[in-house]
């Protein structure tokens, strides 16, 4: 394979389903509304380690980077290239329960499989939950909080 082709193969695709007025489809028959159309939302072609990711997301200097530490040793994929799991089951650079999160991510478009997907929905968790989302590792992180 080329190489340079390999290099563009994107990593993960996120899709929407959009519900289109009366369209003409193929040979000219009308199609009733709504028929779902999937559109790509986003498309990660980027590889971002998690430091990257989180610095992107969170900014310099966020707890969230400790929590990430302290959930994960900052790692998403294990050495055989699978999410990481966790021994409850959650998944990735947060440790993000798929069993509770998985339908919220889906309607935002945040594939928690991939390291910016993770990153973006512990961001979301953050608004929704706050801080004490990560409450079962504060021992490790909570020395961190600032003022």
């Known amino acids: 394979m080329n190489l340079l082709k390999s290099l563009l193969v994107p990593i993960a695709i996120a899709t ?34 998690p430091e990257t990711a989180i610095k992107e997301v969170f900014g310099e200097n966020s707890v969230m980077y400790r929590i990430a530490q302290c959930e994960s040793n900052l790692t998403h994929f294990t050495a055989s290239g699978e999410v990481l799991k966790g021994y409850t089951g959650d998944i990735g650079l947060f440790q993000i329960a798929p069993q509770y ?36 590792s504060r021992h490790c992180w909570g020395g961190f909080l600032t003022e």
């Open 16 to 49: 929407t389903t959009i519900f289109t007025p009366i369209d003409r489809g193929l040979n000219g028959v009308y199609l009733e509304p709504p028929y779902p159309m999937l559109v790509p939302t986003y498309v990660e072609t980027v590889e971002y380690t």
């Open 101 to 136: 999160w998985s339908k919220e991510a889906e309607r935002l478009n945040y594939d928690i499989y991939t390291i910016m997907g993770n990153a973006l929905m512990a961001k979301h968790i953050l608004s929704v939950q706050g801080i004490g989302a990560w409450n079962p």
